[in-house]
């Protein structure tokens, strides 16, 4: 019988601890013959994925007053620091990420947001440290043996959320009460994001085939679905297109790669209609937005009953944080009310990167965060690599997600876009020293 709970449903203890033990057996063989930083990376993954899995005892309080989850990025951060080196990823992992951490520490000085402010501190530094650590391992071990031992850490969600389909274990999701089976994870968000991130460690790996890509891919997208969460469907969109029109132009020779690509453009879109119908009215809301776009400047005294409704009531939110920003003072318009402020005033965080941003850091944080962005996008559109278009569709991907969630409010998110950034640079990197020497890894020194 059907098990549907508004809360996380855990999978019973019986099946729960075996999978536990078992999977702490696995990433031990996972991490053997591996460099320094690829076993940090496998770990640093496969601990989050086991704890999100065990939300009871990841969010209480440790015995020095951390929440078990604050207490390993802290140590994450702290052990990947030591491990880091000397290479010409730093500044350009750093640079982008630096001005942010900035007007952090500013708008912390003008709020006294101190608690909230560390806290984001300490996301955004595990963000760099997973990225340049992403680097290392990929210059020491190889893009593609990385990937596939990262990938494996996968089958716990995976298995869990079969644990949760066999026995009719669902979660009622927030927006109208639909199941979603997520395996015992706390919130249908931050587990379509884990698989999210499975999926892009399989399309991002330079060794796999192309056919293997593909049914990896498949498993990940049925998962999703599986999740119910709509957001990360369109996400899991521009990803898949990405595999596949490099599995496409990858079977041809390279004359016929941009026919081929372009064939493949065309043969992604004529299957676009066919998407209401397998989705229903889920997506239905969208279709509401882009027919009455004035929607969107409205102030959330005139939303009626109906307009709070649509997109689960992210238009509404939105709505309240800009209304509230513009209430500030002219230096909270330029640096905001204090990173995390909203918890305590708002009830649901903003399901908006760049609305929660400009609440809580202003103008000068939304400029530092589009800043990020565009600095590794345009990095990945510059790089000679054949996973170019691969890498501009993931980082179009974690742009939507940003639009109707905030995967930077969740470890999960930070794990997916400090691999797509490490990445990234590496591919950046490896296409510039293509015709140059490459210097020896084993030679750098750590930081």
């Given at each position: 019988?059907?098990?549907?709970?508004?809360?996380?449903?855990?999978?019973?203890?019986?099946?729960?601890?075996?999978?536990?033990?078992?999977y702490?057996?696995?990433?031990?063989?996972?991490?053997?013959?591996?460099?320094?930083?690829?076993r940090?990376?496998?770990?640093a993954?496969a601990?989050?994925?086991?704890?999100?899995?065990?939300?009871?005892f990841?969010?209480?309080?440790?015995?020095?007053?951390?929440?078990?989850?604050?207490?390993?990025?802290?140590?994450?951060?702290?052990?990947?620091?030591?491990?880091?080196?000397r290479?010409?990823?730093?500044?350009?992992?750093?640079?982008?990420?630096?001005?942010?951490?900035?007007?952090?520490?500013?708008?912390?000085?003008?709020?006294g947001?101190?608690?909230?402010?560390?806290?984001?501190?300490?996301k955004?530094?595990?963000?760099?440290?997973?990225?340049?650590?992403?680097?290392?391992?990929?210059?020491?071990?190889g893009?593609?043996?990385?990937?596939?031992?990262?990938?494996?850490?996968?089958?716990?969600?995976?298995?869990?959320?079969?644990?949760?389909?066999?026995?009719?274990?669902?979660?009622?999701?927030?927006?109208?009460g639909?199941?979603?089976?997520?395996?015992?994870?706390?919130h249908?968000?931050?587990?379509?994001?884990?698989?999210?991130?499975?999926?892009?460690?399989a399309?991002?790996?330079?060794?796999?085939?192309?056919?293997?890509?593909?049914?990896?891919?498949?498993?990940?997208l049925?998962g999703?679905?599986?999740?119910?969460?709509?957001?990360?469907?369109?996400?899991?969109?521009?990803?898949?297109?990405?595999?596949?029109?490099?599995?496409?132009?990858?079977?041809?020779?390279?004359?016929?790669?941009?026919?081929?690509?372009?064939?493949?453009?065309?043969?992604?879109?004529?299957?676009?209609?066919?998407?209401?119908?397998?989705?229903?009215?889920?997506?239905?809301?969208i279709?509401?937005?882009?027919e009455?776009?004035?929607?969107?400047s409205?102030?959330?005294?005139?939303?009626?009953?109906?307009?709070?409704?649509?997109?689960?009531?992210?238009?509404?939110?939105?709505?309240?944080?800009?209304?509230?920003?513009?209430?500030?003072?002219?230096r909270q318009?330029?640096?905001g009310?204090?990173?995390?402020?909203?918890?305590?005033?708002?009830?649901?965080?903003?399901?908006?990167?760049?609305?929660?941003?400009l609440?809580?850091?202003?103008?000068?944080?939304?400029a530092?965060m589009?800043?990020?962005?565009i600095?590794?996008?345009?990095?990945?559109?510059?790089?000679?690599?054949?996973?170019?278009?691969?890498?501009?569709?993931?980082?179009?991907?974690?742009?939507?997600?940003?639009?109707?969630?905030?995967?930077?409010?969740?470890?999960?998110?930070?794990?997916?876009?400090?691999?797509?950034?490490?990445?990234?640079?590496h591919?950046?990197?490896?296409?510039?020293?293509?015709?140059?020497?490459?210097?020896?890894?084993?030679?750098?020194?750590?930081?």
């Amino acid at each position: 019988m059907l098990a549907l709970t508004s809360g996380s449903p855990p999978i019973p203890i019986f099946l729960l601890l075996p999978t536990m033990m078992l999977y702490c057996v696995l990433v031990v063989v996972l991490c053997m013959r591996m460099g320094a930083s690829a076993r940090f990376l496998v770990i640093a993954f496969a601990l989050r994925l086991a704890m999100s899995a065990m939300p009871r005892f990841a969010f209480s309080s440790s015995p020095l007053g951390l929440s078990w989850n604050a207490l390993a990025s802290v140590l994450l951060v702290g052990v990947g620091s030591l491990l880091l080196l000397r290479s010409r990823a730093v500044p350009l992992i750093l640079a982008p990420i630096v001005p942010l951490l900035l007007v952090i520490a500013m708008s912390a000085v003008l709020n006294g947001e101190v608690s909230g402010s560390i806290e984001s501190l300490v996301k955004y530094a595990y963000l760099a440290i997973i990225a340049l650590t992403a680097y290392d391992a990929f210059m020491a071990d190889g893009a593609g043996k990385v990937l596939l031992r990262m990938l494996i850490t996968f089958v716990l969600p995976l298995a869990l959320q079969g644990f949760s389909l066999l026995l009719g274990i669902a979660k009622a999701t927030e927006s109208d009460g639909s199941a979603s089976y997520i395996g015992g994870y706390n919130h249908e968000a931050a587990f379509s994001i884990i698989l999210l991130t499975g999926l892009l460690t399989a399309i991002l790996n330079p060794r796999l085939r192309a056919l293997y890509k593909l049914a990896i891919a498949t498993v990940c997208l049925g998962g999703i679905l599986a999740a119910n969460y709509r957001t990360a469907v369109i996400t899991a969109g521009p990803l898949m297109l990405g595999l596949l029109i490099a599995s496409i132009t990858g079977s041809v020779r390279a004359n016929q790669r941009p026919i081929a690509g372009l064939l493949g453009v065309l043969l992604v879109l004529s299957a676009v209609p066919v998407v209401p119908m397998v989705a229903g009215d889920r997506f239905d809301a969208i279709k509401t937005v882009w027919e009455n776009p004035e929607i969107l400047s409205k102030a959330p005294a005139d939303f009626s009953r109906a307009d709070t409704q649509i997109l689960s009531g992210r238009l509404l939110l939105w709505s309240q944080y800009i209304t509230a920003w513009d209430a500030g003072t002219p230096r909270q318009h330029m640096l905001g009310f204090g990173a995390n402020a909203w918890e305590g005033r708002y009830r649901y965080y903003a399901h908006n990167t760049l609305v929660s941003t400009l609440y809580e850091l202003g103008v000068l944080g939304v400029a530092a965060m589009l800043l990020l962005w565009i600095w590794m996008f345009v990095m990945a559109a510059t790089a000679r690599t054949p996973a170019r278009f691969t890498l501009v569709m993931a980082h179009l991907g974690f742009f939507l997600l940003n639009m109707a969630t905030m995967p930077f409010w969740m470890i999960e998110g930070l794990l997916f876009y400090g691999l797509l950034c490490g990445f990234t640079v590496h591919a950046n990197l490896q296409g510039r020293a293509a015709k140059r020497p490459v210097a020896n890894p084993a030679r750098l020194r750590p930081i």
